[in-house]
């Protein structure tokens, strides 16, 4: 099973309403596999989404350009208020590790990594 982990401080979650309802989440878990988003508070799942990745999601990321998701513990640091896309969050990659293994690979990592909905949802 491919999973990768971000760490969230907080999170609101959408109710099915549309409003926003206030729930603790401290962890957001990416089953590429299942191709699945949980948002979890200690050991339980709070919420469950299906997800879509990219052209070429089987490992980590490597490279800038790969389509790939990344795999690993990561940091949702910000959110971009003005995206196209809907609440689309920022991902912590690169962190030093993956600037290191691409340096070693002679390739540039990328960034610039989202988690959002879709394009004006």
């Known amino acids: 099973m491919q999973t990768s982990r971000f760490v969230v401080p907080i999170l609101a979650i959408l109710s099915s309403a ?3 309802r206030a729930e603790p989440v401290d962890l ?3 089953d590429k596999s299942e191709r699945r988003l949980e948002l979890l508070f200690g050991d ?5 989404y ?3 990745l990219g052209a070429n999601p089987v490992g980590h990321k490597g490279r800038e350009g790969d389509e790939r998701t990344p795999e690993g513990r990561y940091v949702l640091d910000w ?3 003005e995206s196209g896309y809907y609440r689309s969050v920022h991902i912590s990659y690169p962190n030093a590790d993956d600037v ?3 340096k ?3 390739v540039e990592p990328g960034g610039m990594i989202m988690i959002h909905g879709q394009p004006g949802a």
């Open 18 to 20: 549309g409003g926003v």
């Open 28 to 30: 957001v878990r990416v």
């Open 44 to 48: 339980k799942v709070v919420r469950s």
């Open 50 to 52: 299906a997800m879509a």
């Open 79 to 81: 959110r971009h208020p």
């Open 100 to 102: 290191a293994a691409a």
């Open 104 to 106: 070693r690979a002679g």
